[in-house]
């Protein structure tokens, strides 16, 4: 993300995510009955970053995404699994898609590979640049909880593939 400024994300609209929802599983109601889990949530920490990775999302570049685990625990939320979805939001809490992730392991920062740091489509594709965006991100948001970032923290690195609405779902899904 340019600049240095950084909105707080609007919460999650609720009401519009149910919606969406019943809207994905009223067309998929074998899908959502094997895998009924799923979040209402954004991309990144700020408004500004949630639209910036949506819109990487929206264009096709983005099926990858990174949290720490600790993120999930200071959440009280618990990790995805294969087959779970979440609704993604845009900054201002706006429900936009519903992703489902199709694979999802457990590593660390010198564990990622430059195929993922493509798949994240940011930056220039390249682990050079996910390596920097990402220490910067999980130091500050990090540090936002009282806490500090190491390389050797826990990462859940995730693939997914947009499944609603008909407009934004990858071919075949």
Do not use: N
Not at 110 to 132: I, K, M, N, Q, T
């Amino acid at each position: 993300m340019t600049g240095q400024h950084r909105t707080p994300p609007g919460p999650p609209d609720l009401v519009a995510a149910a919606e969406l929802w019943e809207g994905y599983a009223a067309t998929h109601p074998d899908v959502v009955a094997a895998c009924p889990d799923h979040t209402v949530e954004h991309f990144g920490d700020s408004e500004e970053l949630a639209d910036e990775l949506l819109g990487l999302v929206l264009a096709g570049g983005k099926r990858a995404t990174s949290a720490l685990v600790a993120d999930f625990l200071a959440e009280g939320e618990p990790l995805p699994r294969v087959g779970s979805h979440w609704i993604a939001c845009d900054g201002r809490g706006r429900p936009r898609i519903v992703i489902r992730s199709t694979e999802l392991r457990i590593g660390t920062f010198d564990g990622v590979d430059p195929a993922y740091a493509a798949d994240e489509g940011e930056g220039d594709l390249s682990l050079e640049s996910w390596r920097r965006e990402h220490r910067r991100y999980w130091t500050r948001s990090c540090a936002a909880r009282g806490e500090s970032w190491s390389q050797d923290q826990e990462i859940v690195l995730e693939r997914f593939v947009v499944v609603w609405p008909p407009e934004h779902a990858d071919p075949g899904t």
